[in-house]
């Protein structure tokens, strides 16, 4: 059962590292979302890709927060210079459409916590 | 933007005990998902439910779009079913996955 995989599902750094988040959607979707979940707060939409483009970002962070979903291999989310308040499991979701979008299924999720 | 109000915010139960969570929310929606987070932070999709009634199992769910509500049913409760329970929505402003969730119900069921 290929859903949506994440990885790394804990990743560690200190203030100013980068942090790359991987997420390859199920097989046939074409709809990529992430989204964030910060301590003590519910999941708030970051982005929104289809395949080499970029949709709807305005739940990103204006700086050091980047994503994309190249033509070949995974969607990143990219964190540049991380602050401890970067700190949240960050969770990928994929559709196979858009546009009433049926359901989104979510992967396990990637906990990034910054030293 | 559209607000997703749950309740209650917590629950303790019995084991083999029911339970209705509620969802309220303040626009016309075209997308509702029911998801568990378990204690071991995975989410989970129980339900898409925009409008009408499933069952799986142990759990149903049920959303009056009129009225601009769902429910979560579950009956004999588990142990295994505790944790948080999420309820989000999109409006139709969008109409291509940008949900907006609701604080969550947690759950904790006791033996």
């Known amino acids: 059962n290929a859903g949506v995989m994440q990885n790394p599902r804990h990743l560690v750094r200190r203030r100013g590292q980068e942090a790359r988040l991987r997420c390859s959607p199920m097989?046939?979707?074409?709809?990529v979302y992430w989204y964030r979940q910060l301590p003590e707060e519910g999941l708030k939409f970051m982005v929104y890709?289809?395949?080499?483009?970029?949709?709807?970002e305005s739940g990103m962070p204006k700086e050091r927060f980047s994503a994309e979903f190249p033509k070949e291999g995974p969607s990143i989310l990219r964190i540049q210079q991380v602050v401890r308040g970067d700190s949240a499991a960050y969770f990928c979701?994929?559709?196979?459409?858009?546009?009433?979008?049926?359901?989104?299924?979510f992967g396990e999720g990637s906990r990034l916590t910054v030293l | 933007g559209i607000q997703v109000e749950q309740s209650p915010p917590d629950l303790i139960l019995q084991e083999g005990a029911n339970s209705t969570l509620r969802c309220n929310f303040s626009?016309?929606?075209?997308?509702l998902q029911w998801f568990h987070q378990n204690p071991w932070g995975q989410l989970i999709n129980l339900f898409y439910?925009?409008?009408g009634t499933k069952q799986n199992g142990r759990l149903s769910a049920t959303t009056v779009a009129t009225e601009r509500y769902s429910l979560l049913y579950i009956s004999s409760s588990q142990t295994t079913d505790s944790g948080v329970y999420f309820c989000?929505?999109?409006?139709?402003?969008?109409?291509?996955?940008?949900?907006?969730f609701g604080q969550g119900t947690i759950l904790t069921v006791h033996p």
């Open positions: 989000a929505v999109e409006t139709g402003g969008t109409s291509y996955g940008k949900l907006t």
């Open positions: 979701a994929s559709s196979p459409r858009a546009g009433n979008t049926g359901e989104l299924f």
């Open positions: 097989k046939g979707h074409s709809h």
């Open positions: 439910i925009p409008s």
């Open positions: 890709l289809q395949k080499e483009n970029i949709i709807d």
């Open positions: 626009d016309s929606v075209n997308n």
